[in-house]
C-alpha cells in the first residue's frame, strides 16, 4: 500500500523527525521505507549498522535482516514486538519496539521500528519496563482505548461498582488485561484497589446521563489516563481514554529542565543578558546584577547603552548586531559600567536568539579584571625572569659589588627611585650597610653617613625585622607611630617599601626602595622578595664555596683523628675482651685451684667493667651529639661525689695509684650542696681524676675548690703530669683528639669531648691551664644553686635478705638464651615460678595460659617485638605489670617504654640488686 500521500496529508514526516528519538520503517522486503532526522544522525556515528540491523543500502545485507527483524513472512506474528541492542561504538543501550502496518488484504505491509535510548534506566524494576511497554504499543498503533459499562448501585441508588461489558483490543494494549478476562466481572474484582474516585465519576455519568473528561492517575495500574466518559444508554456509561503517563513524565521532565536551566542560568559563572533587536534588555541573571550593581527590576529599564561605555550611539549596537552571523557567535571587548559609574573590563560572546520567531540578541558577559591584571603581572614575570637571568650571569668579584647590581635590578622592577640593601645579624641585632643606590649618594646631604645601625635605634624601616614581614607605606606624610625621624639632609621619601630576606628561618639582610609615582603593592614585595632571593642564594653558594675548602681540609683532618680513634677504640675494646676470653678459657681448666679460680673471675669482672665503660663512652658521645640526655636535677653532696669518684679511680686504676702516684682531696668541700645532677657530676670528675692519674707518671693529683662568683662554684684537678703544649689547650676538647697518639697511654680520645658536653649540659664551663712537661689543672664551673634542705649523705648497709617469692609467678619475655639463663639463675634462690617466653607472640599465649604477677619483657625480639607485644596486651585491657629489661638506654626510648604502658625500666647488663628492687615493687 502506497503511503505517500497519507505523509503528505498529515504531515508525518515532519512529525516523526521532530522526535528526539529514532524512527524508520521497513518495507515488507525489509528495505528502508523512511527513518527520521535522529536515526539518520545516529547511523552516520555506527559504522556500517543501524541499531543491529545491517545497512539497508547493501543488497548483500538485506539477507542478514530477517534474523534480527521478527516480521519475515506472512505467516509471522501480527502483534508489536520489542527487543533490547546495545551499541558498543555509542556505548547506548535501545529498546526497539516493531510494529505491522497491514494492507488491505490483511497482509504486513510496512514495518514501523522506534527506538528509545534506555541507557540510563537500565535499573528499572521489571513492573516498571511492562508499563513502558505498554506505553510504547499505545504510542506505536495511536489507537485510544474503549470499554462499555454498567454501573452497579445499593438499595440508595448510589453507584457503587460496574461491570465490563465490551472492550477494544487497544483496551488490552494499553491496561495489559485481556478482554476474554474481564468481560462480565466487576471492576473491584479485576482491580480490587480503584479508588473511589472512578466509581463517583463514572456513575455520575451512567446516572445522569453528563459526559465528563478529564485527566487522572491510576493507583491500581499505576498509570496516568486522559479519559472521555459519555452514556450510551441508561444506567451504563463508555469510556475512551488514553495512556498518557509518558506525557505526564515528559511534562515532568520538561519542568524539571526547565528548574535545571533555570539554576544553570541563575548561577552561571558569567553575567546573561537578553535584549530585543534595538538593544533594550528584556532579562538578565543574577551575575549580571551582581556585576553591576543594579537589581533585576532596574535593568530591565536600561539599554546596552546605559551599561556599555564604549557604545555611544544606538547605531553603534546596530552595527554590533548586524555583524552577528545568523548562526554563531561573535566576541567582543569592552567596558562595563557599574550601577556607581565605577567601570571594569569586559568580554563579551554574543549570538542572536530566535524567540516566537523574532530575533533577539543574547549576550554572555565575563568580567575580564583578574585577566587584565593577570596580563600585567605576565609582563612583569617576563621583567622579573630577565632580572633573574642577568642576575645568574653575573659574574661574582666581590659580593658588595654584586648586592649593587643586585639593587639596581630591584628598583628598575618596582619602578623606584632609591633604594638600600642592608645586612642583619639577629645575634648582635646590627643593621649593616652594603649597597645605597647612586641617587641616593647624590641626593643625601647628612653630614655624617652612619653605615651601623642598632634595632633598637631603627625607626619605620627597622619595623621589616621587628614585625619579620615586608612594610608598605604609601603615605610617608601621613603620621606613624613607628617612625623616629631621619637625620637633617636625608633624601626626602614620598613612599616605600622594605622586605626582610630570609635564610633558615633567619633575618640576613633588608632591602628597601622608595618613591615609586604610583602606590606600591604586594606584587612589588614579591619582585623584591623573589629577586633578593635568588640574589642571596647566590652569594651564600659563593660563601658556601669557600667555606667547602676549609671544610675539605677539615674533613681530611678528621678523617685522620676518625682512624685514630678506629685504632684506639679496637685497642681498647679487644683488651678487656682478651682477658675476658682468655681467663674465660682458664676457668674450664681441671687444675685450677679456688684461688686461681677467684683471681681469674675478678679479672674477668675487672675487664668486663672496663669494656663497660667504653661502650658507655661510646653512647654518651651518641647521646650528647643527639641532645639525648636531660638532666635529672637533685639534691648534690660536691664533697660526696668527688669522695666517690676518687673511690672509683683508685678500683680502676689500683696498681699505678699503689706505687707511683697519690690522690689528694683538699679540704673546703664540706656544705656544699647544690641542685644538680649527681649521676653526671660524677661521670665528670671521674672522667678528670682518671685522666690526671693516667697522665702522670708519678706524683700527685689534687681535687679542691676556689672561690669563683655567687652564682657558680669552682672546683679544679690538678696534676704533676706530663702537661699539654699551648697550641693543644683548645683541640683536647675535640671528638677524637689525643694530644700525642703515640703515647702508650690507654684512652679512646673522647673522655674530654665527653665531659666538655656533660658540663655544658649542666650549665657549667671547662677550661684547662698547662704547660708541657710541668702537669695541667682543669677547672670546671657548676652553677651554684643552692637548697635549703640538706642531703643525707650517710652511708647506709646494703640490703642481702634474699626475698621469698614462691607463690609468685614471673614471665620472662627473652629470645637471648644467655640472657634468660642469667636471669633464671639470679631468680633461682626467690623460688619464684620462671615462664620462658622467645617471642611477643608467646608471651601473649601464656598470659592466656597462666596467672602472671609481673613480666620482664625484653624489647628486641623476633617474630613479635616486645613494643608490638606490649600494645597488644594494652589494647586486650591486660593489667600485668610490666617492667623493660632492656640493652635500649637512650631517654627518649625509656620515654617510649612508659608511653607503651610498662611500669619500670632496667638496663642491660642486669644488676642483681636493682632487679630484685624493682621486682619487689610488683610482687
Given at each position: 500500500m502506497d503511503y505517500s500521500h497519507i505523509l503528505k496529508q498529515h504531515d508525518w514526516q515532519r512529525i516523526f523527525d521532530a522526535l528526539p528519538f529514532p524512527v524508520y520503517i521497513l518495507n515488507n522486503d525489509f528495505s528502508l521505507y523512511f527513518s527520521n532526522k535522529t536515526s539518520t544522525q545516529l547511523h552516520k556515528q555506527v559504522t556500517g549498522h543501524i541499531f543491529s540491523l545491517p545497512c539497508y543500502k547493501s543488497e548483500t545485507a538485506k539477507e542478514n535482516i530477517p534474523n534480527v527483524c521478527p516480521f519475515r513472512s506472512k505467516g509471522a506474528s501480527q502483534q508489536t514486538i520489542t527487543h533490547?541492542?546495545?551499541?558498543?561504538?555509542?556505548?547506548?543501550?535501545?529498546?526497539?519496539?516493531?510494529?505491522?502496518?497491514?494492507?488491505?488484504?490483511?497482509n504486513i505491509d510496512k514495518i514501523i521500528h522506534v527506538a528509545t535510548d534506555i541507557s540510563e534506566v537500565q535499573d528499572i524494576k521489571k513492573k516498571a519496563e511492562e508499563h513502558e511497554l505498554q506505553y510504547q504499543k499505545l504510542f506505536e498503533n495511536h489507537i485510544s482505548g474503549f470499554a462499555l459499562h454498567k454501573i452497579v448501585c445499593d438499595d440508595s441508588g448510589k453507584a457503587i461498582d460496574y461491570i465490563f461489558l465490551e472492550a477494544n483490543p487497544a483496551f488490552e494494549v494499553i491496561t495489559g488485561m485481556a478482554v476474554s478476562s474481564i468481560i462480565g466481572k466487576r471492576v473491584t474484582e479485576v482491580f480490587p484497589q480503584t479508588e473511589e474516585y472512578w466509581i463517583k465519576n463514572y456513575g455520575n455519568v451512567a446516572l445522569t446521563g453528563t459526559p465528563f473528561s478529564f485527566e487522572n492517575y491510576s493507583k491500581s495500574m499505576d498509570k496516568y489516563f486522559q479519559v472521555h466518559a459519555y452514556c450510551p444508554k441508561p444506567g451504563h456509561f463508555a469510556v475512551v481514554f488514553n495512556d498518557i503517563t509518558e506525557n505526564q513524565k515528559n511534562i515532568k521532565k520538561i519542568k524539571e529542565q526547565e528548574d535545571r536551566l533555570h539554576a544553570i542560568i541563575s548561577q552561571a559563572p558569567d553575567a546573561i543578558y537578553l535584549a530585543d533587536f534595538e538593544g533594550a534588555i528584556i532579562t538578565v541573571n543574577q551575575k549580571a546584577c551582581d556585576q553591576t550593581g543594579y537589581t533585576h527590576e532596574e535593568l530591565l529599564q536600561l539599554t546596552i547603552l546605559d551599561i556599555d561605555s564604549n557604545f555611544n550611539s544606538k547605531d553603534q549596537v546596530l552595527q554590533?548586531?548586524?555583524?552577528?552571523?545568523?548562526?554563531?557567535?561573535?566576541t567582543i571587548q569592552s567596558i562595563h559600567k557599574r550601577k556607581d559609574d565605577t567601570e571594569f573590563p569586559v568580554e563579551i560572546r554574543i549570538a542572536l536568539l530566535y524567540i516566537n520567531e523574532q530575533q533577539h540578541i543574547i549576550g554572555f558577559v565575563q568580567d575580564i579584571t583578574q585577566r587584565k591584571q593577570h596580563q600585567q603581572e605576565i609582563f612583569l614575570h617576563n621583567s622579573r625572569l630577565e632580572s633573574l637571568y642577568a642576575i645568574s650571569q653575573y659574574h661574582i668579584q666581590d659580593t658588595a659589588s654584586f648586592l649593587d647590581y643586585v639593587l639596581n635590578e630591584v628598583i628598575k622592577l618596582t619602578e623606584s627611585t632609591i633604594g638600600?640593601?642592608?645586612?642583619?645579624?639577629?645575634?648582635?641585632?646590627?643593621?649593616?650597610l652594603n649597597s645605597w643606590s647612586k641617587e641616593v649618594l647624590n641626593d643625601c646631604m647628612v653630614v655624617e653617613k652612619q653605615t651601623t645601625y642598632e634595632l633598637a635605634k631603627t625607626g619605620i624601616w627597622g619595623e621589616v625585622v621587628r614585625q619579620r614581614k615586608p612594610i608598605i607605606i604609601n603615605d610617608f606624610t601621613a603620621p606613624n607611630p613607628h617612625k623616629k625621624g631621619y637625620p637633617q639632609g636625608h633624601v626626602t621619601l614620598n613612599s616605600f617599601a622594605s622586605a626582610p630576606i630570609f635564610i633558615d628561618s633567619k633575618i640576613v639582610a633588608a632591602v628597601g626602595v622608595a618613591n615609586k609615582k604610583t602606590d606600591y603593592t604586594q606584587t612589588d614585595i614579591m619582585h623584591m622578595q623573589i629577586v633578593m632571593d635568588s640574589a642571596w642564594k647566590i652569594v651564600e653558594r659563593q660563601r658556601l664555596f669557600e667555606e667547602l675548602i676549609i671544610a675539605k681540609e677539615q674533613a681530611e683532618e678528621n678523617n685522620a683523628l676518625k682512624t685514630a680513634f678506629l685504632a684506639n677504640i679496637s685497642h681498647e675494646i679487644r683488651t678487656p675482651m682478651n682477658a675476658i676470653l682468655g681467663f674465660s678459657d682458664l676457668l674450664t681448666a681441671d687444675e685450677q685451684s679456688n684461688e686461681e679460680r677467684e683471681y681469674f673471675i675478678s679479672i674477668i669482672k675487672q675487664s668486663g667493667k672496663q669494656l663497660l665503660r667504653v661502650i658507655n663512652d661510646i653512647i654518651d658521645i651518641a647521646k650528647i651529639s643527639a641532645h639525648a640526655i636531660k638532666p635529672d636535677m637533685r639534691i648534690c653532696d660536691i664533697s660526696y661525689i668527688v669522695s666517690n669518684s676518687v673511690e672509683i679511680v683508685k678500683q680502676q686504676q689500683y696498681s699505678k695509684l699503689q706505687k707511683n702516684?697519690?690522690?689528694?682531696?683538699?679540704?673546703?668541700?664540706?656544705?656544699?650542696?647544690?641542685?644538680?645532677?649527681?649521676?653526671?657530676?660524677?661521670?665528670?670528675?671521674?672522667?678528670?681524676?682518671?685522666?690526671?692519674?693516667?697522665?702522670?707518671?708519678?706524683?700527685?693529683?689534687?681535687?679542691?675548690?676556689?672561690?669563683?662568683?655567687?652564682?657558680?662554684?669552682?672546683?679544679?684537678?690538678?696534676?704533676t703530669g706530663?702537661?699539654?703544649?699551648?697550641?693543644?689547650h683548645d683541640k683536647i676538647f675535640e671528638?677524637?683528639?689525643?694530644?700525642?697518639?703515640?703515647?702508650?697511654?690507654?684512652?679512646?680520645?673522647?673522655?674530654?669531648?665527653?665531659?666538655?658536653?656533660?658540663?655544658?649540659?649542666?650549665?657549667?664551663?671547662?677550661?684547662?691551664?698547662?704547660?708541657?712537661?710541668?702537669?695541667?689543672?682543669?677547672?670546671?664551673?657548676?652553677?651554684?644553686?643552692?637548697?635549703?634542705?640538706?642531703?643525707?649523705?650517710?652511708p647506709q648497709s646494703p640490703k642481702t635478705t634474699i626475698p621469698d617469692w614462691s607463690a609468685k609467678t614471673i614471665c620472662i619475655a627473652e629470645d637471648n638464651i644467655h640472657a634468660f639463663t642469667l636471669l633464671e639463675i639470679l631468680l633461682a634462690p626467690t623460688h619464684a615460678t620462671l615462664l620462658h617466653a622467645c617471642n611477643g607472640k608467646e608471651l601473649l599465649a601464656l598470659c592466656v595460659s597462666h596467672t602472671i604477677d609481673v613480666i620482664l619483657l625484653d624489647i628486641h625480639m623476633p617474630v613479635m617485638n616486645g613494643s608490638e607485644a606490649m600494645k597488644e596486651l594494652q589494647a586486650q585491657g591486660n593489667t600485668i605489670p610490666v617492667i623493660a629489661q632492656t640493652a635500649y638506654t637512650l631517654s627518649e626510648d625509656i620515654e617510649y617504654f612508659y608511653e607503651l604502658g610498662c611500669k619500670a625500666h632496667i638496663s642491660k647488663p642486669i644488676q642483681k640488686n636493682i632487679l630484685f628492687t624493682l621486682l619487689a615493687q610488683y610482687l
Open positions: 533490547t541492542v546495545f551499541i558498543e561504538e555509542l556505548n547506548k543501550q535501545y529498546h526497539i519496539t516493531c510494529s505491522p502496518l497491514f494492507d488491505d488484504a490483511g554590533i548586531r548586524d555583524a552577528i552571523p545568523s548562526e554563531g557567535s561573535i638600600y640593601i642592608y645586612y642583619y645579624n639577629e645575634e648582635t641585632e646590627l643593621f649593616t702516684v697519690s690522690i689528694h682531696i683538699q679540704e673546703g668541700f664540706s656544705n656544699i650542696q647544690i641542685q644538680s645532677d649527681p649521676v653526671r657530676l660524677q661521670q665528670i670528675f671521674t672522667n678528670l681524676i682518671s685522666n690526671a692519674v693516667k697522665y702522670t707518671p708519678q706524683g700527685t693529683v689534687e681535687i679542691g675548690t676556689i672561690p669563683y662568683t655567687d652564682d657558680y662554684i669552682c672546683i679544679y684537678v690538678k696534676d706530663i702537661g699539654i703544649p699551648n697550641e693543644f671528638l677524637f683528639r689525643q694530644v700525642n697518639a703515640n703515647q702508650t697511654i690507654e684512652g679512646t680520645g673522647i673522655g674530654l669531648n665527653i665531659t666538655q658536653g656533660l658540663i655544658q649540659l649542666l650549665g657549667g664551663t671547662i677550661w684547662v691551664e698547662s704547660e708541657e712537661g710541668k702537669g695541667s689543672t682543669f677547672y670546671v664551673t657548676i652553677p651554684n644553686k643552692r637548697v635549703e634542705q640538706q642531703l643525707d649523705v650517710s
